[in-house]
T-cell receptor, first 114, second 114 residues
Framework: KAGVTQTPRYLIKTRGQQVTLSCSPI?????VSWYQQTPGQGLQFLFE???????NKGNFPGRFSGRQFSNSRSEMNVSTLELGDSALYLC?????????????FGPGTRLTVL | AQSVAQPEDQVNVAEGNPLTVKCTYS??????LFWYVQYPNRGLQFLLK??????LVKGSYGFEAEFNKSQTSFHLKKPSALVSDSALYFC????????????FGKGTKLSVIP
């Protein structure tokens, strides 16, 4: 099976711009989660979607949003970028039938905000 | 809220020696615990998980983890370290009962010295 794919792998944006990141889960997985990874804060949960519905949301401002399509692919959007949004954004997919189903991560999108 | 902690930022071990990466947890009810590894510029890879049953869990790449309820620990172990095991290791748990959101430890950087 193909793994989780994320596009693009690298992005450079300037403050105030917006950005859209894309994630394609493993075939058959209906849950997609997004995480932000920074050296200072570590891995922080952004949100999780299951069958096009947001089930969980982390403690991030409203500038961070996401959606999931009927084919389980997901996008996350960050508007009005700030310097502190520079991070590795990781997407993970899971069967998520139970909370002990493991999550499988993509390679991430490295976002740099200048 | 459920949490995990990794008390060591860095662990150094000589190639061929046994390695241990520590994790403690604070979880109500039955704990579900995970270990992930992250190689440079890559996403996280699932290593193993504890759900219930045997306290010694075997995972990928020769890793295993020991669940200890009395000490609330879930340490990752390998009998003989390889240089290629050098990476960042994360312990994780669902953030709440029935939650599909993972809470991660801060990570432990493992360096295996030739």
């Amino acid at each position: 099976k193909a793994g989780v794919t994320q596009t693009p792998r690298y992005l450079i944006k300037t403050r105030g711009q917006q950005v859209t990141l894309s994630c394609s889960p493993i075939s058959g997985h209906r849950s997609v989660s997004w995480y932000q990874q920074t050296p200072g804060q570590g891995l922080q949960f952004l949100f999780e979607y299951f069958s096009e519905t947001q089930r969980n949301k982390g403690n991030f401002p409203g500038r961070f949003s996401g959606r999931q399509f009927s084919n389980s692919r997901s996008e996350m959007n960050v508007s009005t970028l700030e310097l502190g949004d520079s991070a590795l954004y990781l997407c993970a997919s899971s069967l998520a039938l139970t909370s002990y189903n493991e999550q499988f991560f993509g390679p991430g999108t490295r976002l740099t905000v200048l | 809220a459920q949490s995990v902690a990794q008390p060591e930022d860095q662990v150094n071990v000589a190639e061929g020696n046994p390695l241990t990466v520590k994790c403690t947890y604070s979880v109500s009810g039955n704990p579900y615990l995970f270990w992930y590894v992250q190689y440079p510029n890559r996403g996280l890879q699932f290593l193993l998980k504890y759900i219930t049953g045997d306290n010694l869990v075997k995972g990928s790449y020769g890793f295993e983890a020991e669940f200890n309820k009395s000490q609330t620990s879930f340490h990752l172990k390998k009998p003989s370290a390889l240089v290629s095991d050098s990476a960042l290791y994360f312990c994780a748990a669902p953030s709440g009962a029935g939650s599909y959101q993972l809470t991660f430890g801060k990570g432990t950087k493992l360096s295996v010295i030739p």
